[in-house]
């Protein structure tokens, strides 16, 4: 299984950044997004459905951050809009440890890691 992230990158406050990552292998599982900012411990972003129904979305970023899924091409997306330099963090894109499961096992932390994208804002 592989999940790669991309898209990170610098971007100015105010700005947008859209994030990928393909899932391989996990075209029938919930997938999702957690970030790790400095000094901080990961925190759960975003997460979706197996068929891209029931989004969660932490408060910190409800309604500046919008997550879907292009079921055909196993991937999930992060569009990422009107950044804060605190949105600057390494993002993680992760998938459930089982097809057909609610996306409430992501907002646990329950899930299959890929490698992290970084996003840096500036002021």
């Known amino acids: 299984v592989q999940l790669q992230a991309s898209g990170g990158g610098l971007v100015q406050a105010g700005g947008s950044l859209r994030l990928s990552c393909v899932a391989s292998?996990?075209?029938?599982?919930?997938k999702g997004w957690y970030r790790q900012r400095p000094g901080r411990e990961r925190e759960f972003v975003a997460a979706?459905?197996?068929?891209?129904?029931?989004?969660h979305i932490a408060d910190s970023v409800k309604g500046r951050f919008t997550i879907s899924l292009d079921s055909a091409k196993d991937t999930v997306y992060l569009q990422m809009n009107s950044l804060y330099v605190e949105d600057t963090a390494v993002y993680f894109c992760?998938?459930?440890?089982?097809?057909?499961?609610?996306?409430?096992?992501?907002?646990?932390?329950?899930?299959?890691w890929g490698q992290g994208t970084q996003v840096t804002v500036s002021s």
């Open positions: 992760t998938a459930a440890t089982k097809p057909y499961i609610s996306a409430q096992s992501l907002v646990r932390g329950v899930g299959t």
């Open positions: 979706i459905g197996w068929r891209g129904q029931s989004a």
């Open positions: 292998g996990r075209s029938n599982f919930a």
